[in-house]
């Protein structure tokens, strides 16, 4: 999928490389009721459908409750979506491309309407914030998942030791 030009008045962009694999980064981003338990900026998220384009999901934050619809999915690479709050709509696109090491996640978000126009040097600030502090979130809230994914295999594989032992 090309990305085209867009003529959006705020549009910002981050990106971040993370030590855990597409699939890993994938599970944390897709469960979007979870976003709330690492995303300290959303209050509550609410998703009850498999992601597929068409899926509505809904997400509060300080500024309110976005209600959005999947524009685009192809798990574990892209998640799209649009959503609206008052007079502003917004679009992200998240993509996931894995690495030797890892996985690099790369996030592209827009705003339109009439109230991004109004507030377009504010709105651009912050949602530039955001997504430097969410990509950032996420990616801490995936490699903590591995280490304890680790932590658990190690102590599988110590438990089995004392057995073997015992016996």
């Known amino acids: 999928m090309e990305e085209q030009q ?16 597409d699939r890993q ?13 690492w995303n300290p ?16 999901f809904r997400f509060s934050t300080e500024i309110g409750t976005l209600k959005c619809r999947i524009a685009a999915v192809d798990a574990p690479r892209l998640l799209s979506w649009k959503g609206r709050v008052l007079v502003i709509g917004e679009r992200q696109t998240w993509r996931i491309t894995p690495l030797k090491d890892g996985t690099h996640v790369s996030v592209r978000a827009e705003m339109t309407g009439i109230g991004a126009h109004m507030l377009r040097r504010r709105l651009t600030e912050r949602l530039q914030r955001v997504l430097d502090a969410v990509v950032q979130l996420l990616r801490l809230e995936a490699e903590s998942r591995v280490r304890d994914e680790r932590q658990l295999a190690a102590l599988t594989d110590e438990q089995r030791r004392r057995t073997i032992a015992r016996e």
């Open 6 to 21: 867009s003529s959006a008045p705020v549009r910002a962009q981050a990106q971040v490389d993370i030590a855990a694999s």
């Open 41 to 56: 900026a959303i209050r509550l998220a609410v998703c009850d459908e498999e992601l597929e384009v068409g899926t509505r």
């Open 25 to 37: 980064v994938w599970t944390v981003l897709a469960d979007i009721a979870s976003w709330p338990t």
